[in-house]
């Protein structure tokens, strides 16, 4: 099975105006991977209409965060929409800032084949942002996917078909009260999708390492928050995961 049979798409959330410099770091890196994708921009702020929020989330939504939280949060749904519309059995979302790890094109492809068999609606977290692992002592040789109760933020992840309808057809019924990331944690929670983690990950987001600003990140980007990053990713990695 090639990466192109097994990911249906690759959906990057992206703000209609104010990143370029984010829009051409994105083409760049998935050029030189040889990886297709598309930019979904559909839930930029600019196109937000009362009906358009309603219909996803909870009443006065903007009261409660900043509309360009709503909207990559709108974006991720329009995603799952998409990916459902388009039959892709599987998918991949990234946000707009991702930085593919050294092991990206080694493992990457391993991940997708073990989700592939996944038989139930999923999402598998591939990035590291949060710093956080599944336990050294349940790692397999040759297994990539670990169960976890929490996501690892919505940076860079897979979803099945399977997961994309299951989050739909909730939110028919419960609308959307927050941002993507605890929105994730939310649904599982509530076991609307499972969630795995990849082992090892494969990207990073230039919000987290300090390289790129995000949209609506609290994080600078810069010297200092590249070395603070570094530090906490090789204590947790190499240090403090072999404790656990």
């Known amino acids: ?143 990539y996917l670990y169960e976890a109760s929490s996501g690892r933020c919505a940076g860079a992840y897979l979803i099945n078909i399977e997961g994309a309808r299951s989050i739909l057809r909730s939110l028919e019924q419960t609308k959307c009260p927050t941002i993507i990331d605890w929105w994730h944690n939310q649904l599982i929670k509530r076991r609307v999708v499972n969630m795995f983690w990849a082992h090892p990950p494969v990207v990073e987001q230039g919000s987290h390492n300090g390289k790129m600003q995000a949209i609506n990140s609290i994080r600078s980007k810069g010297l200092r928050r590249r070395v603070a990053w570094t530090a906490e990713k090789l204590y947790k990695m190499h240090i403090l995961w072999w404790f656990k």
């Open 1 to 143: 099975m090639t990466l192109e049979t097994a990911i249906g798409n690759i959906y990057v959330v992206h703000a209609l105006k104010g990143y370029d410099h984010h829009a051409h770091w994105v083409k760049n890196l998935f050029t030189k991977h040889h990886l297709d994708f598309e930019f979904m921009t559909d839930g930029d702020p600019s196109l937000f209409t009362k009906d358009l929020l309603d219909k996803y989330f909870v009443p006065n939504i903007l009261d409660l965060w900043p509309e360009g939280k709503i909207s990559v949060t709108l974006n991720h749904i329009l995603c799952y929409e998409a990916m459902v519309k388009n039959q892709n059995k599987m998918a991949l979302v990234f946000e707009d800032d991702p930085f593919f790890l050294s092991n990206f094109d080694k493992y990457f492809g391993k991940i997708v084949e073990e989700f592939s068999d996944c038989q139930t609606g999923a999402i598998v977290s591939i990035e590291n942002s949060t710093l956080r692992f599944p336990s050294r002592k349940i790692i397999e040789k040759g297994k």
